[in-house]
C-alpha cells in the first residue's frame, strides 16, 4: 500500500503542476522548442539555402541514428538544386559519422547486440550507400577544382565495396572513370590508363562510356530513374532484399552547337548502375542479405520450447521430489530462454538513401568560348527519345570549365 501511495502522490503532483503551468499563461519553451529555435539559428549561421532550411533543421534535430541517411538525401537534394558547395558540407558530415562507426566504438559494440533492433541504430547505411556517398562527394571535388581530392574520394568508392567482405567487390566503373580523369588533369597517364584498364573487365559495366579527356571544358553528370528498394522478408523479417527501382533511360544522347547535325555529339551508356551495385556482389546475384540475429532468436526459441516440454514431462512423471524440482528446474529455464528470444530483434534495417538514381551517366565534349546550347536526349530501349534537358554553358575561355547535371526518367 505505502508503494501504491507514493506512486500516486508523484501522479498528482505532477497534474497539479501541470495545470499550473497550463493556466497560469506561462510562456517558457518546451524542450523541444529550444532544440528547433537553436537548429534554426545554425541553420542561419550555416549558410542553409532557404529551399533547404527545413529539411536541414529537421537533420540537426532528428538525432544521431538517423543522422547518415538524412544528410546522405539532403546533400543530393542540394546538388540538384545546384546549391554544390553546401552540399559538400552536409556530405562531409555525413562522412564523419560513417568513419567514426568502426571496429572498436561504442555504436559498433551496440550494432552487435542481439537486443537492440537495427532501426535503432546507428546509420551507415549499405556498402553500396557508403560508395555513392564518396562518388558524390569526389564528383563535387572535381567541379571545384581538387582533382586530388577527387581521386582519393574515387579511391575509397572501391574500399567501401570491398568492405562487404564478398568477393568480386570493388568494381565500380564510375570511380575508375572518375580516377582516371582525376589522374589527366593531374598529369598522370599511367594510373590514368591502369583504372581505366581495370574498368574495361568490370562485370558491372552497362554499355559503352566514353573514356574521359582532359581537354574536356564541359562535363554531363545526368542521374536516371529510381533508387534501389529495401524490403524485408523471412520468417522474422531478417532477410534485406533489395528491388528495383523504375528507369527508363537506357543511354544518353549529348549534342552541343548549332547546325544539322550538330558539330558536337556524344553518347554514352551508364558510368554505373547503383541497382546492380546494391544487388550484386560482383558477378554474383544477391537475393537477400541475412541478418543473422535471426538465428539467434530461432536457436533460442526452439531451446526454450524443448526446455519448458522436457521439464513439464519430467516434473509430471517423476516419483521423487528431486526429479520434479530438476523438471521444474528446466521448466524454468525454458521460460528465462523463450523471454530472451523474445527480446532479440533480427528484422532488417531498410532505412534507405531513397532519392539516389538508378544509373548515373558520365561524359564530357569540349567547345569554344561563349554561349553554347546543350541538348541532352534520354533513350529508352528501343531508341526512342522519352525526354529532352535543354542547357546553356557560357564560357568566358575555352580554358574554363563547365558542369552540367541533370535528372531523367
Same mark, same amino acid.
Request: aromatic letters at 6%; proline letters at 4%.
Given at each position: ?8 502522490l ?54 544521431? !541514428? ?10 543530393? /537534394? ?13 556530405? /562531409? ?5 560513417v568513419?567514426a ?17 537495427e ?13 555513392s556517398?564518396?562518388?558524390y ?17 574515387? !579511391? ?9 567482405? +564478398?568477393?568480386n ?18 598529369? /598522370? ?14 562485370f ?20 536516371a530513374?529510381e ?21 527508363r ?35 554474383? !546475384?544477391? /537475393? ?18 524443448a ?9 509430471m ?5 528431486t ?14 530462454t ?7 530483434h ?28 546543350? !541538348?541532352? +536526349? ?5 531508341d ?6 535543354l ?8 580554358? +574554363? ?9
Open positions: 500500500m505505502k508503494l501504491l501511495s507514493l506512486s500516486a508523484g501522479a498528482l503532483v505532477l497534474i497539479l503542476v501541470g495545470c499550473a503551468g497550463g493556466g497560469g499563461g506561462s510562456t517558457s519553451a518546451t524542450p523541444e522548442q529550444n532544440a528547433l529555435a537553436m537548429a534554426g539559428a545554425q541553420a542561419d549561421n550555416d549558410g542553409a539555402p532557404q529551399a533547404l532550411r527545413p529539411r536541414y533543421v529537421d537533420l540537426l534535430t532528428a538525432g544521431e !541514428k538517423d543522422y547518415v541517411v538524412n544528410a546522405m538525401r539532403l546533400g543530393l /537534394d542540394a546538388v540538384r538544386l545546384g546549391e554544390h558547395a553546401f552540399a559538400a558540407r552536409v556530405f /562531409d558530415s555525413a562522412i564523419r559519422r568513419s562507426l568502426q571496429e572498436g566504438s561504442e555504436q559498433a559494440d551496440r550494432a552487435k547486440s542481439n537486443f537492440v533492433a532501426q535503432e541504430k546507428w546509420f551507415k547505411g549499405e556498402s553500396y550507400e557508403r560508395a556517398l564518396y562518388l562527394r569526389g564528383l563535387l571535388y572535381l567541379e571545384a577544382g581538387d582533382v586530388g581530392n577527387a581521386a582519393a574520394c574515387a !579511391k575509397r568508392v572501391q574500399i567501401e565495396d570491398i568492405s562487404s567482405k +564478398e568477393e567487390q570493388g568494381d565500380w566503373y564510375s570511380a575508375e572513370w572518375l580516377l582516371a580523369l582525376a589522374s589527366l588533369l593531374q598529369a /598522370d597517364p599511367g594510373t590514368a590508363h591502369d583504372a581505366l584498364a581495370r574498368a574495361a573487365n568490370f558491372s559495366k552497362q554499355g559503352n562510356v566514353p573514356p574521359p579527356d582532359a581537354n574536356w571544358n564541359v562535363l554531363v553528370i545526368a542521374e530513374g533508387a534501389p528498394i529495401k524490403m524485408r522478408q523471412g520468417q522474422y523479417g531478417d532477410e534485406l532484399v533489395i528491388r528495383e527501382g523504375n528507369c533511360t537506357v543511354r544518353i544522347t549529348v549534342s552541343a552547337g548549332e547546325g544539322t547535325p550538330p558539330p558536337i555529339a556524344v553518347a554514352t551508356w551508364p558510368a554505373e548502375n547503383i541497382y546492380h551495385q546494391a544487388s550484386t556482389r560482383g558477378d554474383r !546475384k544477391v /537475393d537477400h542479405i541475412l541478418a543473422g540475429k535471426a538465428v539467434f532468436k530461432n536457436a533460442t526459441d526452439t531451446a526454450g520450447d526446455a519448458i516440454v522436457a521439464g513439464a514431462a519430467t516434473a512423471t517423476s516419483r521423487s521430489d526429479q520434479s524440482l530438476a523438471g521444474l528446474g528446466l521448466v524454468v529455464g525454458g521460460i528465462i523463450k523471454v530472451v528470444s523474445s527480446a532479440a533480427p528484422e532488417a534495417d531498410i532505412r534507405t538513401w531513397d532519392n539516389l538514381p538508378h544509373s548515373i551517366f558520365l561524359t564530357g565534349f569540349r567547345c569554344p568560348a561563349g554561349i553554347t546550347k546543350v !541538348k541532352i +536526349e534520354a533513350r529508352d530501349g528501343t526512342a527519345v522519352i525526354s529532352t534537358a542547357k546553356e554553358v557560357n564560357l568566358g575561355s575555352d580554358t +574554363e570549365k563547365r558542369y552540367i547535371w541533370t535528372r531523367l526518367p
